[in-house]
């Protein structure tokens, strides 16, 4: 007789495990329990059914019970409850949340998938009739049906993360009068600051109003009421602040918690009982950059971790390398995807690193539908290994964080990723490629033969009155530049030496980076010692500049932005 394999929730993780153990073995008998209508479905296109791009609900469901049957022998109870692990007797006692009949089932090997529920704060009006969470298939057609049937206009979204961002985004589609809340100071926290600017100002220029640095306190019956006691219209609120994992089933079952929150697993993705696995949402998982313990809700690393932990079942080999957090997401006309670790969490990690910020095009300038992307690569210093890398743009940003997510699975370093041969083909991308010209520029750095400063430092450069030149042509900085810096043309600047000081920092700029480079190195060439280039240029500074202009209504430090 085969082995008897219960799990506790579908969707990404117990889904796979079921799927995987199968393939392994015919003779084994499983049974998947969820305690919803739906054993299996597409949690991550749930808001694409907000705008009708995915018009029928029914389709974001990809597998029902009778077709797990069918197809792969698998039974899969749907409106089942696990209520208790008793874990002595190896049983778990399952309640029909129907008929509320309960039964005990019995297990040789028990898997934990029940992922994460989103977080709701004890304010006041939370329970209104009017506020939604979306986690699954019924969650979202009860806000899509309640929008629709009570002709709602104005919606308040709290929480600029993934689902905050999808759900406004899809619901702004839908013609809907959108307010976007996070409590901190940005959208999407795997994002540093200079880039997540980009993201702001895409939601502001498509008419969601964007507020930061403000949470929820209170819903009302038209409005929410934000801790700085502003008041935001609003008929229907979508709490997508966060998840917390589903851990209560394994701390009545007194498995070990970690001290992220999340189920405690070892190598093969086992709980402290040798019988029972964990994965998914729910768990803690080891970073492979930092070392440290942390939580990852993706549905990529969750597969990884069912087919291992149904390989351990039986005694297949598993090398455990870790997650780096590799994801993406659109944003109106934006596409954003990042990898690894970003600065704040290098400098919580104590990891010296710098980085580089270039601005190329994402194919030959000349064809048609050229975009520049918006690329920052972060590096151990002194190794030149890699530790993440955020890219935005029009294009295919993903194809390049792919390119540094395996990389960093490889322990890739800048000088191994210069060497990096890549398709090319100029309706594709560049001979040179924007991660290639990401690593020459961070071997630059890395030598000592180029010095830079931030996006970021570019305020305080003004307001210093430091020695600021910008390479770009007259007429480009006559239609937009920074207020007190001396437009001297890469085009003329050899002529025009006598111009820029020897005895004080000089900071060079052009539209992109690649100029000011060339500047910069040239200088040093020809003796000066302390000159830098401003990281992502021109354009860079306009992008950070404007929304914190916008959102602090102080005075810009450029004439004019320029954006393109």
């Known amino acids: 007789m085969g082995k008897r394999i219960l799990i506790v929730g579908g969707v990404a993780g117990g889904a796979s495990v079921a799927a995987r153990v199968r393939r392994l073995d015919e003779e084994a008998e499983i049974i998947m329990f969820e305690k919803g209508p739906h054993v299996s479905f597409s949690n991550c296109a749930l808001p694409y059914h907000l705008s009708g791009e995915i018009e029928d609900s029914n389709k974001l469901i990809l597998m029902n019970p009778a077709k797990f049957d069918k197809r792969y022998h698998i039974e899969a109870r749907t409106n089942s409850e696990v209520m208790t692990i008793n874990r002595t007797k190896k049983t778990i006692t399952v309640k ?138 609003a008929d229907a609120v979508v709490m997508a602040i966060g998840v917390r994992p589903e851990t209560n089933l394994a701390k009545e079952a007194d498995l070990a918690i970690g001290k992220t929150g999340g189920i ?79 600065e704040k969490q290098a400098k919580a990690a104590n990891i010296d690193y710098d980085f ?31 530790l993440g890398a955020q890219a935005i743009g029009k294009g295919n940003v993903d194809k390049r964080i792919d390119v540094i997510a395996t990389m960093i699975m490889m322990n890739g370093t800048v000088e191994d990723l210069k060497e990096l041969e890549l398709v ?9 490629d924007v991660v290639n010209q990401a690593a020459l520029v961070a071997l630059n750095i890395l030598n000592g033969a180029i010095k830079q400063v931030k996006v970021s430092e570019v305020r305080e450069l003004v307001e210093s009155n430091a020695f600021i030149i910008d390479v770009r042509e007259k007429k480009e900085y006559e239609a937009g530049h920074v207020k007190n810096a ?79």
């Open 486 to 564: 001396k437009n001297i043309p890469l085009s003329e600047f050899r002529e025009r030496l006598d111009e820029i000081p020897t005895d004080q920092p000089v900071y060079v700029h052009c539209r992109s980076g690649q100029r000011s480079y060339n500047a910069v190195a040239s200088l040093g060439n020809v003796g000066y010692e302390h000159v830098y280039n401003i990281s992502g240029s021109f354009l860079g500074i306009s992008l950070f500049e404007y929304v914190n202009d916008k959102k602090q209504a102080r005075e810009p430090i450029v004439t004019k932005y320029n954006f393109k």
């Open 356 to 386: 580089v910020y270039i601005i190329p095009t994402d194919k030959v300038g000349i064809m048609p539908e050229s975009n520049v992307v918006h690329f920052k690569l972060l590096f151990e210093i002194p190794t030149g290994r890699i």
């Open 264 to 342: 405690k697993v070892d190598h093969n993705y086992r709980t402290t009982d040798p019988a029972i696995y964990a994965v998914g949402d729910a768990i803690e998982v080891h970073h492979k950059i930092t070392g440290a313990k942390t939580r990852l809700a993706l549905a990529g690393p969750a597969q990884r971790q069912a087919r291992a932990a149904a390989d351990h079942m039986y005694h297949i080999p598993h090398r455990n390398t870790g997650v780096i957090g590799s994801s993406g997401i659109k944003i109106f006309d934006l596409n954003a995807a990042s990898t690894g670790i970003n």
């Open 96 to 233: 029909n949340v129907q008929t509320e009949e309960t039964y005990e089932e019995g297990y040789d090997y028990l898997v934990l998938s029940p992922g994460a529920s989103p977080i709701v704060p004890p304010l006041k009006g939370v329970d209104s009739q009017h506020v939604f969470t979306v986690r699954n298939v019924v969650d979202i057609d009860k806000l899509n049906q309640f929008v629709q049937q009570q002709h709602i206009k104005n919606i308040a979204v709290i929480g600029g993360g993934f689902i905050g961002l999808e759900v406004a985004e899809n619901l702004a589609y839908a013609g809907k009068n959108i307010s976007l809340v996070e409590a901190q100071n940005q959208v999407m926290a795997p994002f540093d600051s200079d880039m997540v600017q980009i993201l702001h100002k895409e939601l502001i220029d498509k008419g969601i109003n964007l507020v930061l640095n403000d949470g929820i306190t209170q819903v009302e019956e038209s409005q929410i009421v934000l801790a700085s006691g502003t008041k935001v219209a």
């Open 424 to 432: 090319y083909s100029p309706i594709f991308g560049t001979a040179k």
